[in-house]
Each structure stands twice: as C-alpha cells, then as structure tokens.
C-alpha cells in the first residue's frame, strides 16, 4: 500500500507538471502571438496626415516646416505651419486660395508645391479649366509677407513651355546659381501620357528656350495602366543631382523611380541624366502600402537627416477611381544612403 501510495504520489506529480508545462507553453505561445501581431501591427505605418495626396513640406533654414498638399475636393490651397514634423500633423489648415469659380485655374487643383526665393514664397500647382476641368495646366501664386500665412497671395499666371499640352507637377530648385524648373508634360506628337522634362527658370513664370525630356515612360513598371512619369522631387546630395518621380496609373501600381545626374553635367543635355531600370519604391502589401508616390524631400527636426514625404493607401480596393477614393494619405520616413552615394528608400522597411 504504501508502495502504491507512493508510485501514485509520484503519478499525480508527474500529471501535474506535465499539465503545468503544457498550460506554460500555450501561455508562452499565446504570448508570442500577441508579440507577433503587436510587432506586424508596429510595422504598419501611420499617416501623417489623412487624405492629403502630392504632399511637399518645405522647412525654413531655422528649422520651421510649412506643409501643402492637394485636397481630396480638388477647390483649394491649403497651408499648415508647425516648428516639427510630427506637429504638422495637428496643425490648422488655412486655406491661402480657392479656385475660380469660372475659366482657367477653375478645377482639379493639384499639387501644390511651397516655395521661397528673391524674398518672396511662390506655390507652383496644377489646374484646369471650370469649364474643362481637364485643360490642366501650370499656375504660380506669389507673397512677399515674411510668413506665408498671412499677407496676400497674388496670381502671377500661367507657366508657358514650348508646348501647349496638358502639363503638371512643376518643382523648382537652385544648382550652381542656376534655378531650373522640372515638370510633366503631355507631348503632343507622342502617345503616352506625360514625360519629365527641365529648363532653366528665367522669372518664376518663365522658363528658357531650352527645354529637354530628361525621362518618358518606357519601362514596363513605368507603364501600367497609363504611360507616365510625373511628380518630380529633387534632392542634391554627394554630388549628385537626384530626382525621384512617380509613374503608372495612381492606383496600387503607381511606383517611383530614380533619376539621377553629376553635379558637374550640364543638367540641360539630356544625355547627363540616368536612370534606374527598375522602380526604387512601390506596393508592399505585408505593411499596407498600396501606390506609393509623388514625393518630395525635407529634413528631420534634427537638420540633418533626409526624409521622404509620401502618399499611399493602406488598402488595395479603390473606394471608387484613383481620382474619386480620397485616401491617399500623406507618410513620413527616414531616407538612408548606401555605400554609393545612392538614397535607399527602404522598400521593405516600415516607416
């Protein structure tokens, strides 16, 4: 009996244990689960900014940022002012000038772009036509008051180029002295439905007699849907002139790419300009990044790191059209560089 006592003692202890180490290791496991979802949920970014598509931040040389983007309603310019990224996102949006409510810069305003030089902030921005909304072309606003949310925005006009034809995007920059301006357009003779072309920029509507194509999409990612390049953002780093752009329809195929020339090249020889064959930033389902595009480029509260501004859905299915769905939201990330003197966009990274 007391043998039997014993070995059942000894049953019942080894029942315990092995339940116990069983109730451990679906503890450990239902942890790890949760670890699991909580990191994949981490990897997932968080926008800015919520439906605000073509996103640029200019940040002043004191380290203020100014943000602007095209709203989903397609009427507006808005401005928001924060002394940090982050805080941009909390921000009030004032709105600096409406469409006209007949004729040209009278429907589908696009990407603004916030600029300053010649002591005056510029906005470079797409639009059409109130009564053909699809007659887009370039417009530029002007304000001389030290900060851009106050004084008066002045319309100086229409950016005219060498070819009367649907035309967007235009981004300025300054190199050796030299301001150019970079912008898609619709050849006329050609079917596709924008290349990237540069000029010089003799006054802020004018651009030089030379101006060259400096990109067309011809790539297969470049060409998914419509044929575009568009949505140019220049960053000047090791020497290099690097302009990232967007191409394809702007729905999860959307992508970008990379030009990129010497800084000692004659930026208006388009044999100076390179590209990369394949798209440097695109979809990546596993952290909810659908059609990511039309960047640009600031600094980081710090004034020195590079980050890209972006906008993406999180979603694959349009709620609706490319144009319709207001969910492009506006991103944030760091941008590294590799041995080379290349950005590396991080395509597998989360923000």
Not at 96 to 117: D, T
Request: with cysteine; net charge negative.
């Amino acid at each position: 009996m007391k043998y039997g006592l014993v070995l059942s003692v000894m049953l019942a202890g080894a029942l315990l244990s092995a339940c116990g180490d069983k109730l451990e290791k679906q503890a450990a496991d239902k942890r790890a689960a949760v670890t699991s979802v909580s990191s994949a949920a981490s990897d997932i970014a968080q926008s800015l900014i919520p439906q605000r598509a073509d996103p640029f931040i200019h940040r002043t040389p004191e380290g203020h940022y100014y943000f602007i983007a095209t709203a989903p309603e397609f009427d507006r310019i808005e401005l928001r002012s924060a002394n940090s990224l982050q805080a941009l996102a909390n921000a009030e949006a004032k709105v600096v000038w409406r469409k006209r409510a007949s004729g040209a810069m009278g429907a589908n305003i696009w990407a603004p772009e916030l600029h300053y030089f010649d002591n005056t902030w510029y906005i470079y921005f797409a639009a059409g036509d109130a009564e053909k909304p699809w007659l887009i072309r370039m417009y530029v606003l002007a304000n001389r008051n030290v900060d851009p949310l106050q004084g008066e925005w002045e319309e100086l006009g229409r950016i005219n180029t060498a070819r009367d034809s649907f035309a967007l995007d235009a981004t300025t920059f300054e190199h050796k002295g030299q301001r150019y301006l970079v912008w898609a357009q619709k050849d006329p003779e050609e079917k596709l439905n924008s290349a990237l072309y540069l000029a010089a920029l003799i006054s802020p509507t004018q651009v030089g007699d030379v101006e060259v194509e400096i990109s067309r999409p011809e790539l297969e990612w470049e060409i998914q849907g419509y044929k575009v390049n568009e949505g140019a953002a220049v960053l000047i780093r090791n020497n290099k002139i690097f302009i990232a752009y967007s191409a394809s329809a702007t729905d999860h195929r959307y992508a970008m790419g990379l030009l990129w020339a010497d800084a000692d090249a004659d930026l208006l020889n388009p044999a100076s300009w390179h590209k990369l064959p394949q798209p440097v930033f695109s979809t990546n389902e596993g952290l909810h990044r659908y059609g990511p595009g039309h960047n640009s480029f600031t600094l980081a509260d710090d004034g020195q790191s590079d980050i890209m501004v972006y906008h993406a859905r999180d979603y694959l299915e349009l709620q609706g059209t490319p144009l319709t769905d207001p969910n492009r939201h506006t991103y944030i990330r760091r941008l590294e560089w590799n041995s080379e003197g290349f950005p590396d966009f991080g395509q597998n990274k989360p923000d």
